[in-house]
């Protein structure tokens, strides 16, 4: 399309724009990370100021920093994150990757109606299955357990890599695996060998996305973990404790949380573009 | 659903594939199993709204019937969140469709920079939800930078029935306009040239393009941006829980808000499925509807 606006300097303005307004928040929570306690609450809010690691040091339970039992409660919130976000994209990977290529491969009757009813799963309000589940979990004691948790999680894994899976997979010439075949592979042998290959960027964007999905959730943690097995989503509230909100520590760890996953993001960007669009954007 | 399934159907499968039906079942069944595991408590749900039952004595209950319903569609409150949930569905989409199709359009601009303006477009897409929240709420406190920012003293932003309205659907259109700016941008890239540059030649008005060459071609993806966004918007939760907490009075209670403090607060739990399945019931005739548009129109198209 030729350019709407033909003048460079209000584009490059309006781009400005937009980059502030995303930026500014994560901008100014980022500088917070780094305020001592009456930076924080100073008013007129301050842009210029003397930073500190304080935050950091006790959110990460380092001695001769104000050690509170929120922050060195942090690194475990972290830890059940990375627990729970990993087993779930690993028991979607086994669940769904095999539904994922059978969907995108086979031609058979069931075919378009269950790639929606896998779909549809996603359109159910979390809540209606969690409610239930807080009951049903604690007679089967899997209330507050990793295992619990990842198989809830399931809800937003499974669904999002078998979608994004589905349309990788039909991106692939069936001609590949037809010539491997006729040239002796096995079909496994072809699928391991040229396949998976082929789908490994979109493989790796969907598995970073369902990481992000899953590690990004709040309401599972919430409602179905207790304190040995919240995720950090849920930790962060408790910045916002009973008698004082912690701006400081919440700040810093805010701004630990995403970082993992701004990195994860920018190195599958190109193919995320797309993955967020389950395959409708071809 | 057979004919839109036929025509959408990837290249045909080698011939000695179709003769071996039962491998993509066999396939399919580990998927197939745990979205049954998913339905198994879906269903527990449907029978304890027919109950009295409370999460503080799981075991005693009593079948109720209707009752759960006949209470809820006579609770005032539940109308109130109804509205509320509906309300900041049908205005953070208006905004977020706009808003994320001017910066779509900003975007497919051919000139340097495009790239890195993609990339910021991620963030906020790669935010909790209830970690954005908190993050506007510290923006949004009456000591923060936003009223310093518009010199407006210490503007209790959450406290305000009508600023607290409309906190929350700025926060929540700040989170996902990104989204709806990448797909409709992937949309505008996937366009022929050639009528809009026929258009330009013949001196047509942007209103012009806009209503008879854009909107038509897009209309795919504002129905993939809708599917994705309305149900998500229908059961705004984190961010509410992490600013408002559903305050001040009820002003900002969506369903599952009410439903959550009713059964945490006052151990309902029956009572407070009744209210979640009323959403799910809209979220699910909703999705169906735009899901059967969508196939539709990928399907003329091709």
């Known amino acids: 399309m030729k350019n709407l606006i033909s003048n460079k300097i209000i584009i490059y303005g309006l781009m400005l724009i937009v980059a502030a307004y995303i930026l500014f928040p994560l901008l100014w929570i980022f500088l917070m990370s780094f305020k001592s306690k009456m930076d924080i609450i100073a008013i007129p809010p301050k842009f210029i100021f003397t930073p500190t690691l304080d935050n950091y040091k006790a959110l990460f339970g380092v001695s001769g920093a104000e050690t509170l039992v929120t922050g060195s409660a942090f690194l475990s919130y972290f830890k059940n994150s990375l627990i729970l976000s990993t087993g779930s994209v690993i028991l979607a990977l086994v669940l769904g990757l095999p539904a994922a290529y059978a969907i995108a491969r086979f031609r058979f009757k069931a075919k378009e109606p269950l790639a929606f009813t896998y779909l549809s799963f996603r359109f159910v309000p979390e809540i209606t299955i969690i409610l239930p589940l807080y009951v049903i979990y604690q007679q089967l004691k899997l209330y507050n357990t990793y295992i619990g948790l990842i198989l809830v999680y399931q809800l937003i894994a499974l669904p999002l890599l078998i979608w994004m899976m589905r349309s990788y997979f039909e991106e692939i010439p069936i001609a590949v695996e037809q010539a491997a075949q006729t040239d002796g592979y096995s079909w496994w042998g072809s699928f391991s060998k040229l396949v998976l290959p082929l789908a490994a960027p979109g493989m790796a964007a969907s598995i970073v996305l369902a990481f992000i999905f899953c590690w990004n959730n709040f309401v599972f943690g919430l409602m179905l973990g207790g304190n040995s097995t919240q995720p950090v989503t849920v930790g962060l509230l408790s910045f916002m404790g009973t008698n004082e909100v912690q701006w400081g520590l919440m700040a810093a760890a805010t701004i630990v949380a995403i970082i993992p996953l701004f990195l994860l993001a920018l190195a599958v960007q190109k193919y995320m573009i797309r993955g967020l669009t389950f395959g409708a954007v071809k | ?302």
């Not at chain 2, 040239?193 to 854009?214: C, I, T």
Request: glycine share 6%; no cysteine; aromatic share 12%.
């Open chain 2, 1 to 302: 659903m057979a004919v839109t399934s036929v025509t959408q159907s990837t290249p045909a499968a080698p011939p000695e594939r179709k003769r071996r039906n039962w491998l993509p079942l066999i396939m399919t069944l580990p998927a197939t199993l745990a979205m049954i595991g998913i339905l198994y408590p879906f269903g527990i749900a449907v029978y304890y709204s027919f109950t009295d039952i409370r999460i503080v004595s799981p075991n005693a209950y009593k079948f109720v019937g209707l009752q759960n319903y006949i209470r809820m569609v006579q609770n005032p409150n539940f109308w109130e969140s109804l509205g509320n949930t509906l309300f900041f569905a049908i205005v953070a989409l208006i905004f977020e469709l706009v808003l994320g199709f001017l910066i779509a359009l900003l975007l497919s601009q051919d000139v340097k920079g495009v790239g890195i303006m993609r990339a910021l477009l991620l963030l906020p897409l790669m935010l909790a939800p209830v970690i954005a929240g908190l993050m506007w709420k510290t923006m949004l406190s009456p000591g923060g930078p936003i009223n310093h920012l518009l010199n407006l003293g210490p503007y209790p932003w959450l406290a305000v029935p009508w600023s607290a309205r409309a906190s929350v659907i700025f926060i929540e259109v700040w989170i996902s306009t990104p989204f709806v700016a990448l797909v409709l941008l992937s949309g505008l890239q996937s366009m022929p040239k050639e009528p809009f540059e026929a258009a330009q030649v013949d001196g047509a008005s942007f209103g012009f393009v806009f209503r008879k060459l854009m909107l038509p071609m897009l209309s795919p993806f504002i129905l993939i941006v809708l599917l994705f966004r309305v149900v998500d918007v229908m059961k705004l939760f984190d961010i509410i829980f992490a600013t408002t907490g559903g305050g001040p009075m009820q002003i900002t209670t969506t369903i599952p808000i009410l439903a959550y403090k009713e059964v945490f607060r006052s151990y309902l739990l029956g009572s407070a499925i009744a209210k979640v399945l009323v959403l799910w019931l809209i979220n699910y005739i909703v999705s169906f509807w735009l899901a059967g548009k969508w196939r539709q129109e990928t399907a003329s198209v091709g």
